[in-house]
């Protein structure tokens, strides 16, 4: 039986890694979609929601952009930036070297040092959309070597885990944050092509815009955003799909424990039953509240589930 310290780590990579990735492309498509739209998005409005998002204080969007993006990005002081949550994903890998693959050892630990390198000389905001792609293209890499070299048991069933319920956390998370830059619009813009900027900049956050197109056949819009992210069960970046996939890999988790009625699995399946059922004209009046309801109940059955199965 897999010890829990190990367990742990296995989760916490894999919650690093998808955190790293969502913060990077959050923060790619707020900022330059206000470079190239500045009368539709304000950009304190910009830097505030990137600074929530990196869990820094909303007045640090008083100092300059080219330090907004530093401490964002590769500030060693700053733990939550997506540098510190590297060396963190780095760290639990590390402590579960035994259970991963040379390959993806290597890749992760590549990828430290890639982005490390930008630490070597002054920080120019030019270089934040190379971080970003270094990221964006790590992070497929190390997913592929992930399922791809790892044997599909409990020891990738535990990264896939934290894979999934950091991707339904973070989901929720920047649709709360674009909820917030739309309530900032002033009314007479409402449901004007400025509104249909910000569905589209939400959408193309989650990676979700060309699909979003394709499946609706029509220009992005309100219902239809928080429609694909919130409910559609078959798309990868929705909250539906990461919560059937962490069900999923919860009772390859909870099957090693000889658990399956788990108190985590038996939440989270509640969760999954309340999305499948929700209609979105229920909730689409005060979404705010929904996505925060929605992202308590994930941040408990995380927490529950490190209880259960990781603590140590």
Known sequence: MMLSRIANSLFWMGRYLERIEHMARFSKVQYYSSLDAPMSLNKKRVLESMLEMNGLPKNFCKHTDEEVLFHISIARTNSYSILSCLNAARENARGARDTISSELWEAINTYYNKLNDYNTKPFDTDEFIDIVELILANSAIIKGLIDNTLFHREERALICEGIHIERAIQISRILIAKLDDIAHIEKSNLESAIETFHWGTLLKSAESFDMCHR????????????????????????????LAQAERHLLTIAKTKNDVNSSPLYFLGKLIAKIRYTKLEEVSDDMTTFANNNLSDIYRIAAGLESKYLSY
């Open 215 to 242: 499946f609706y056949r029509k220009v992005p819009n309100k219902l239809n955003s928080l429609e694909f992210l919130l409910f559609n069960f078959e798309f990868p970046k929705s909250l539906a799909f990461n």
